[in-house]
């Protein structure tokens, strides 16, 4: 029996290490006229599962756009467009997020803000020269660039799938049980 509880142990540490959900971080952004941006940028990496946290005062709103109205500053083509005085905007996909305050000349006085969220197995530039999993923030006068796409055959690592990560630990887990048997 002290073998059957081992056993349930060990599966039970392994499932939760493997399918644990990843950590996020909540950026928070103080949306507002006269804010540079671009600095805002400066070392901050996404990752799908983020949010970003806009906060600002009466007479400003956070409109989700296209990468065209986000260039041009158009007004009124919203994805999603918000008020409240603190939008959260959860990142739920990879790619590019663009932003904008839609009052009238808020945009082209600056209030515009792009995010990149890269896919799982890419990395961006962190603006140093180096690369991190993820790519900075960008404002509206930088490009976001492209990171490097992890490769196993690359690396010379391979890299487990949740459903793979399972196979192994039940294979694993039944090994374990008929050397305890």
Known sequence: MANLS???????????NVFAPASSASHPVEWSLGKDYSSLATGKSF??????VFNYGAGHTVDEVSESDYKSCTLGNAISSDSSG??????????PHYF????????TGGMKLSVTVPAASSG????DGTTDK??????GKTTPSEGKKASPS????AVLKPLDALVVTCVVALLYALALS
Request: charged share 5%; net charge negative.
């Open 6 to 16: 081992t056993l349930v142990g060990f599966l039970v540490i392994i499932f939760f």
């Open 47 to 52: 990752a799908v599962g983020d949010t970003i």
């Open 86 to 95: 603190t939008t959260s905007i959860a990142l739920k996909t990879s790619g």
């Open 100 to 107: 904008i305050c839609s009052i009238p000349g808020h945009c």
């Open 124 to 127: 961006g530039s962190t603006g």
């Open 134 to 139: 993820n790519t900075p923030v960008q404002d």
């Open 154 to 157: 690359a690396s010379g690592t």
